[in-house]
């Protein structure tokens, strides 16, 4: 049977900061129907960027930031790479092994039916909800309400940062403006939502192991600001010289 995916061309894109023991494994297990992979390392000072050499998998193409710039300016450098080698959909997966490729078929079908330009996974909606640490789904909770306010759009887990956006979407915002560190995926959705596009969210399973968040309870304040923010119609400080 061919993968729902098959007639668009699919990248993935790996945010990752300090991930030397788990940015192999996440790259190993992305599926064949993955045409491209890239990785930005956002100028880790540990063994991260030799991991991703020592993959051998002709599809990865690992980007270096000379200084560290954030989670949201990496994932601009990932977008604009990819759309550069002619990508159709651009999925985000974080460097920490924390998304299951399994997953990703639900996540692609929304855009290759026609029903949607972006597809967040909504970890609420699967039955495993009870992995993510509770006040991660409180704190989820509240900023996906004020998310959903300033936008307009109906979101329920904001910060899940497993993503599928498509090429044409990524061209109508200013990707250059977006809010370069924590709080990137709440800008992104008022982004989205003031350039008319269609937003989806899909069950996907929460994966807590062995990983280290660099999240901080104080984030849930950063990322409020961010939103009120963009509500208010100030423009966030810009993430990236594109
Ligand atoms: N490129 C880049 N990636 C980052 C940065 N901070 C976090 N990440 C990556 O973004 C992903 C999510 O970050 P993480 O701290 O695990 O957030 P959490 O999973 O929401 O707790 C992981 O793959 C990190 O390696 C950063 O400053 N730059
Ligand atoms: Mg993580």
Not at 53 to 81: F, K, W
Request: net charge neutral; with cysteine.
């Amino acid at each position: 049977m061919r993968p729902v995916w098959n007639d668009h061309r699919v990248a993935i894109i790996v945010p990752a900061y300090r991930e030397e023991h788990l940015i192999a494994e996440t790259l190993r297990r992305l599926p064949p129907c993955v045409d491209d992979i890239v990785v930005v390392d956002d100028a880790s000072p540990d063994g991260t960027s030799d991991a991703v050499r020592a993959v051998s998998d002709p599809r990865v193409t690992l980007l270096r930031h000379p200084e560290n710039r954030g989670v949201g300016a990496a994932i601009v450098t990932g977008y604009q790479r990819a759309l550069d080698r002619g990508a159709d959909i651009l999925v985000v997966m974080a460097g920490d092994n924390q998304m299951d490729p399994d997953d990703l078929a639900l996540l692609l079908e929304p855009i290759h039916a026609g029903e949607a330009d972006y597809v967040k996974g909504n970890r609420f909606l699967h039955p495993e909800v009870r992995a993510m640490p509770w006040p991660r789904r409180l704190a989820g909770r509240w900023l996906a309400r004020l998310t959903s306010l300033a936008s307009g759009l109906d979101v329920d887990d904001s910060q899940c940062g497993y993503t599928a956006l498509t090429a044409s979407a990524a061209r109508r915002i200013p990707l250059a403006e977006l809010w370069p560190r924590y709080g990137y995926p709440n800008d992104l959705l008022l982004l989205l939502a003031r350039a008319g596009c269609r937003v989806r969210e899909v069950p996907v399973r929460p994966v807590y192991a062995n990983e280290q968040s660099g999240v901080r309870p104080w984030h849930a304040l950063v990322v409020a600001g961010v939103i009120l923010r963009r509500w208010a119609g100030v423009t966030p400080r810009g993430s990236a010289v594109l």
